[in-house]
């Protein structure tokens, strides 16, 4: 499994006690379901209108050297003009990021329908709420301002979602540079 919803799905059936796509009084499973599946789609399209501006090319400045030039190698391949993800933020980054703050108000109004907690679900935590905080936390990654101006958008219910994983430990070590070594290929 790589896809990340199948592999929640595999830890909600391992862990229903941790249930990742509950059911509460006020939802279903199936509508729990339906809303991961729109959350998801809506980040992908923040992709689209300026996050993958904004944020990917910070990414090979967080790598090691052999991460680092795999990362650009295949993004660049990947890119239409064949262009290196160093190099495609516009001239103007504004430009980046107002796009990039307009397509995360669709998700901002899911999250703020519930006002009895800060999760999508109000004070029940699902999969939908670690879309957005994985998408948080690669932000935070690349440069903690990022983090600080996400949070303060659209009235800051994502700052404040965060907030209340970072305070449950959830997120404990995100970001952390660890060092391993890696095996050579003429080692394995």
């Known amino acids: 499994m790589i896809e990340s919803v199948d592999i929640a799905f595999h830890l909600d059936q391992l862990h229903p006690d941790r249930a990742l796509f509950p059911a509460t009084s006020s939802s279903t499973k199936d509508q729990t379901i339906e809303l991961v599946q729109t959350v998801s789609k809506l980040y992908q399209k923040t992709f689209g209108a300026g996050a993958m501006k904004i944020a990917l090319p910070k990414v090979p400045g967080y790598l090691d050297d052999r991460g ?96 209340r994983v970072k305070k449950e430990g959830w997120i404990d070590g995100q970001g952390e540079d660890k060092e391993w070594s890696v095996p050579q290929k003429s080692q394995l």
């Open 68 to 163: 680092a030039e795999y990362f650009i190698r295949t993004r660049t391949a990947g890119h239409p003009k064949k262009k290196s993800p160093v190099d495609w933020p516009s001239a103007d980054p504004e430009e980046d990021w107002k796009a990039y703050e307009t397509s995360l108000k669709p998700i901002v109004d899911l999250l703020d329908r519930d006002t009895s907690g800060p999760f999508f679900m109000g004070e029940t935590f699902s999969f939908a709420d670690a879309i957005a905080v994985a998408h948080l936390v690669w932000f935070e990654r690349g440069d903690k301002a990022y983090l600080k101006r996400i949070s303060g958008l659209h009235g800051g219910a994502l700052g404040r979602l965060y907030e």
